[in-house]
């Protein structure tokens, strides 16, 4: 008997490009299949509640791992890279 193949679901990977603060909403984002800016408003209102949000994205921002640079030829930094 074989067994079935499930999907592969991608792991949390905060990304280089789409980021605005740490990219932890990009990362979630691209883990449930959504947009970053819908994650970024549910974050935001989920603040207004009482609770932890704030720390969890801290504690989040710190745990996940960082996703690998661009590739960019030549070596010159990128728009983002110089501020």
């Given at each position: 008997?074989?067994?079935l193949?499930?999907p592969?679901?991608?792991?949390?990977v905060?990304?280089?490009?789409?980021?605005?603060i740490?990219?932890?909403?990009a990362?979630?984002?691209?883990?449930?299949?959504?947009?970053?800016?819908?994650?970024?408003?549910?974050?935001?209102?989920?603040?207004l509640?009482?609770?932890p949000?704030?720390?969890?994205y801290?504690a989040?921002?710190?745990?996940?791992?960082?996703?690998?640079?661009?590739?960019?030829?030549?070596?010159?930094?990128?728009?983002r890279e110089?501020?």
């Amino acid at each position: 008997m074989t067994a079935l193949a499930r999907p592969v679901r991608p792991g949390l990977v905060r990304p280089r490009e789409g980021r605005m603060i740490g990219g932890v909403c990009a990362a979630l984002a691209q883990r449930f299949g959504t947009s970053a800016t819908t994650m970024r408003v549910i974050f935001l209102v989920s603040c207004l509640l009482p609770g932890p949000q704030f720390l969890l994205y801290l504690a989040l921002w710190v745990l996940l791992p960082g996703g690998t640079p661009p590739a960019n030829a030549g070596g010159e930094k990128t728009p983002r890279e110089t501020w």
